[in-house]
T-cell receptor, first 114, second 117 residues
Framework: DGGITQSPKYLFRKEGQNVTLSCEQNLNHDAMYWYRQDPGQGLRLIYYSQIVNDFQKGDIAEGYSVSREKKESFPLTVTSAQKNPTAFYLC?????????????FGPGTRLTVT | AQSVTQLGSHVSVSEGALVLLRCNYSSSVPPYLFWYVQYPNQGLQLLLKYTSAATLVKGINGFEAEFKKSETSFHLTKPSAHMSDAAEYFCAVSGPLTKTSYDKVIFGPGTSLSVIP
């Protein structure tokens, strides 16, 4: 079955530690995205990538980093510089970066930092 | 710049009653509009999308939405609510690509739908 996988489902870390969230897709999509979701808020874009080896900052990129070495993979690292990292993180992909194409979402990773 | 507002952060309906979730957008160009649903601790799933082919769009699970340009609205409706419809619903807007920027998708804040037995 084609889709997007995110691992792990739940992640716990101590403050000051970097942590990497995995996102893999087998939909052969060019574009991939990372969003952050907080209670009562919509989705906020962290980073996006429209092609391998290229990515762009979204609205809240500070304290995060990404890489896009392979078409199917777009890992997100939450660094110790992120002041409030506890949140639900969603990865998505779309066939192209064009706005008429819907995004397909993974199941999400819930990160808790204490 | 595009934006999305969803009136009502929480809506409650009785099982079998009409579901109406409101979405208004602002866009300087003809937009593409989407409705997504999110069940607890899951990702988002596309319900339907408007891409200018028809103003009344039918989606999955009996939902539909009507694009009204004069009202800049894209409200989501379902004639009869089912218990399984209880979830968070997000309206989203995006616009045509420009030469200088990528028009990313803008999501509304979401509306939580409760269905009362």
């Amino acid at each position: 079955d084609g889709g997007i996988t995110q691992s792990p489902k739940y992640l716990f870390r101590k403050e000051g530690q970097n942590v990497t969230l995995s996102c893999e897709q087998n939909l052969n999509h060019d574009a991939m995205y990372w969003y952050r979701q907080d209670p009562g808020q919509g989705l906020r874009l962290i980073y996006y990538s429209q092609i391998v080896n290229d990515f762009q900052k979204g609205d809240i990129a500070e304290g995060y980093s990404v890489s896009r070495e392979k078409k199917e993979s777009f890992p997100l690292t939450v660094t110790s510089a992120q002041k409030n990292p506890t949140a639900f993180y969603l990865c998505a992909s779309s066939s192209q970066g064009a706005p008429s194409y819907e995004q397909y979402f993974g199941p999400g990773t819930r990160l808790t930092v204490t | 710049a595009q934006s999305v507002t969803q009136l009502g952060s929480h809506v409650s309906v009785s099982e079998g009653a009409l579901v109406l979730l409101r979405c208004n957008y602002s866009s300087s160009v003809p937009p593409y509009l989407f409705w997504y649903v999110q069940y607890p601790n899951q990702g988002l799933q596309l319900l339907l999308k408007y891409t200018s082919a028809a103003t009344l769009v039918k989606g999955i699970n009996g939902f539909e939405a009507e694009f009204k340009k004069s009202e800049t609205s894209f409200h989501l409706t379902k004639p009869s609510a089912h218990m399984s419809d209880a979830a968070e619903y997000f309206c989203a807007v995006s616009g045509p690509l420009t030469k200088t920027s990528y028009d990313k998708v803008i999501f509304g804040p979401g509306t939580s739908l409760s269905v009362i037995p």
